[in-house]
């Protein structure tokens, strides 16, 4: 059996499962039904053929009986046993009307005979061609009947004998034989089984064995199986020819046995006919049942349809959806919830589009005011920055001879202060746009970036020993200008530490870490304490002093914010005068 | 101060303090003497397509250079570019935009609209001297106007 594919639809699988219950259930009814008509047919003809023999069997009896009684008056006749007793020589004419009144001459018997007990016919009245010859044997009481015996091939006969005696109590001196002929023809049996029904078979015969007939013609003997006899009639099953269904009873006090046989084939032929019609009528249920389980499951598939098709929509952003499934069942009432919760869906979906808007609105005006704020730091703070950073280098240059030492020394100051503020204002506007800029993403050859970098790092390190190493680094997906940013400041950090090293050593490199790639700046320089790492990348965040290594703590800062809009990560390790190494991670330019 | 007519720099800067800087730097090449300058977007619009009430009308005088701020008091520089790159008569005269602003919508606006150069005037006064003499040279001596 191949197992059914797991994708079948409900809308197959109900009537399938549906028409083959049914299918199931009509046949073991109809298995069941026919059974029953079968056995009951069985029984029906069981029950004719014991009735059919023991009718049979009842009317043999009481001609039997009568001709038995017959015979007794006639060798009761004193007439009769003058006549044997004289050997045949006196009252001939009486004895022979005495024994055409006890058995005339029509059938079934055919001939009467006297005999002594010489073994002399005494008497043959009747037709000569069925005489007894020689004289039968000897029966020792009166109404015995003989088998039958054929004779010339077509007859059968049987004959009825009974003693005549000298006086009621007296001797036995002759016999008297009644010769009974069997009628054999077609007409026979037709007139015969025409009683019994026209399907029935009426066969007699000698309980012994052969002869038997059917009342047409000679036959064998059926199996010794039908011909037992038991105390009252059963039907019995064999074979003769084909299949019979027979009872058997023998007619008492006689060797002679009839048989009522029905053939199983005709008994059965109606039970047949109606397996044929109730199977016709059986695989018309099935054929409507199967047809309405398929209209039953198009019913309720044909919603969840509907129902599958409008959630695929919503699912694929389509919200305006209405399913229409009439009625009060739980479909009806599924289609209304849907309906409910996809105008829900919709409703919440326009809320939430409505907020957004709003919220976006609101950004947009944050941003703009944040924009103008830069623009006025950018432009109004660096002005007068401008101008006190002129005008104290007008007056060194044009004042300069009349001007005390200390003088010179505080101009200084104020140039030096007003140098540091505008790197300060330059640095916070590139850490605030890069914020606000849009990520131009693409694919970040990072090997000749950083190449590149480390060049411009070289040159402005002048004649300093500075060795920079860079190791093959993956591509990386992101904004190019900001990547560069990133590198840019962490190069010029590690080249900036490593100042007192001679010569400094920067490593750039790589390592892979599941999907995101670790790039790392690594440096000999000054290090820093690892207890303050957390603040290396805060804004305006300093770990050594002005003096040393000068800055305005905005670098890391942008770093930071370059690498965890790119979605990835920033930390750094190191020790005090013992190096320092900065890792950040990106998304590989393979990925999407 | 500098007549119309012999205008070879047009400075049009609001903050005086700039303004003095920048002639200080130009002096220091001795290109101050053909300067005039615009105290705002109204007055450098004036110049160029004003009716004379001002005096500073003068058809045909064509300065060889513009030194443009953008944050302008009145009308902003931005719109003065415009203004003057619209013109036939004013299109061809180079405009430098000389600003505080390093913002990059202002640049590429600036550039949208025809400047010439943009330059992000630097709080180092060394710097910012260097800038503005370089460019008064570069515009004066070495750049030749169409004729």
Avoid at chain 1, 263 to 286: G, K
Avoid at chain 2, 87 to 98: H, M, N, W
């Amino acid at each position: 059996m191949t197992r059914l594919p797991r994708d079948w639809s409900i809308e197959r699988k109900l009537p399938s499962f549906f028409s083959a219950l049914l299918l199931v259930v009509v046949l073991v009814m109809l298995g069941a039904a026919y059974q029953q008509v079968r056995t009951a047919a069985l029984t029906f003809a069981s029950e004719r053929v014991k009735r059919s023999t023991k009718e049979w069997v009842n009317a043999s009896l009481r001609s039997t009986a009568q001709q038995r009684t017959q015979l007794a008056t006639l060798v009761g006749d004193p007439g009769i046993r003058d006549f044997v007793a004289s050997k045949g020589t006196r009252g001939r004419d009486w004895a022979l009307a005495a024994m055409r009144r006890v058995a005339p001459d029509n059938a079934p018997n055919v001939a009467m005979e006297l005999w002594d007990t010489g073994g002399h016919r005494l008497v043959l009245r009747g037709d000569s061609a069925f005489a007894s010859d020689p004289a039968p044997l000897p029966a020792s009481d009166s109404g015995v009947v003989s088998p039958y015996r054929v004779q010339h091939d077509t007859l059968l006969l049987s004959d009825m004998q009974a003693v005549v005696r000298q006086g009621t109590e007296g001797a036995v001196i002759g016999r008297v034989v009644v010769i009974r002929r069997l009628n054999v023809s077609a007409v026979a049996r037709q007139t015969l089984t025409g009683i019994s029904g026209g399907d029935m078979s009426l066969l007699i015969g000698n309980a012994a064995g052969d002869p038997w007939t059917d009342l047409e013609k000679i036959i064998p003997a059926p199996p010794a199986a039908v011909r037992v006899v038991h105390d009252s009639a059963i039907a019995v099953s064999y074979e003769r020819g084909d299949a019979k269904i027979g009872a058997a009873a023998r007619i008492p006090g006689t060797p002679i046995m009839f048989i009522s046989e029905l053939s199983r084939r005709q008994v059965l032929a109606p039970t047949r006919v109606y397996l044929r019609r109730m199977s016709l009528i059986a695989a018309v249920i099935v054929l409507v049942g199967a047809l309405g389980a398929w209209w039953v499951s198009r019913r309720i598939t044909k919603p969840l349809r509907h129902l599958t098709t409008a959630a695929a929509a919503i699912a694929s952003g389509e919200l305006a959806q209405h399913v229409d499934i009439p009625g009060t069942d739980e479909l009806g009432r599924l289609g209304r919830s849907f309906n409910v919760m996809a105008s829900e869906v919709q409703r919440a979906r326009s809320n939430l589009e409505h907020q957004v808007a709003e919220r976006t609105q609101a950004l947009r005006e944050t941003n703009a005011e944040l924009e103008a704020f830069s623009y006025s730091v950018s432009h109004d703070l660096r002005a007068p920055l401008r101008a006190i950073h002129g005008f104290a280098r007008i007056l060194l240059e044009d004042h300069g001879a009349e001007l005390q030492p200390e003088a010179k020394r505080v101009l200084g100051v104020i140039d030096e202060n007003t140098r540091r503020m505008g790197q300060l204002i330059d640095d916070l506007l590139a850490f605030s746009r890069l914020g606000r800029k849009e990520l131009e993403t693409g694919r970040v050859d990072m090997t000749d970036l950083v190449r590149s970098v480390a060049d411009e790092v070289r040159r402005t390190a002048g004649d300093r020993p500075l060795e920079i190493t860079i190791g093959p680094l993956p591509p990386a997906r992101g904004d190019r200008d900001m990547l560069r940013q990133a590198v840019t400041n962490l190069l010029d950090n590690a080249a900036k530490f490593t100042r007192r090293r001679a010569p400094g050593q920067i490593e750039v490199g790589h390592r892979a870490d599941g999907a995101e790639t670790v790039y790392y700046v690594k440096d000999n320089g000054a290090g820093f304490d690892p207890r303050y790492a957390g603040k290396l990348f805060g804004v305006f965040q300093r770990l050594h002093r002005a003096e040393e290594f000068e800055g305005t703590g905005v670098g890391l800062a942008i770093v930071q914010r370059v690498v965890q809009r790119h979605g990835g990560r920033v930390w750094a390790e190191g020790q005090l005068e013992a190096g320092a190494t900065f890792f950040f991670t990106l998304r590989g330019a393979s990925d999407a | 101060m500098t007549q119309p007519h012999e205008v070879e720099i047009l400075l049009v800067e609001d903050n005086p303090s700039d303004a003095e800087l920048t002639l200080r730097a130009l002096k220091q090449r001795n290109l101050a003497n053909q300067v005039f300058v615009c105290h705002d977007g109204a007055e450098a619009l004036e110049f160029f397509f004003g009716d004379g009430s001002h005096a500073l009308r003068e058809i045909g005088v064509v300065p060889k250079v513009i030194l443009l701020d953008l944050k302008l008091p009145k009308v902003d520089g931005l719109e003065v570019l415009r203004r003057l790159k619209e013109e036939a008569r004013t299109k061809s005269i180079p405009v430098v935009v000389l600003t505080s602003s390093r913002e990059e919508p202002d640049i590429a606006r600036a550039y949208r609209l025809g400047a010439n150069s943009y330059i992000v005037k630097p709080v180092d006064f060394e710097a910012f001297a260097r800038a503005v003499s370089d460019v008064g040279l570069y515009w004066l001596l070495l750049n030749h106007p169409p004729r």
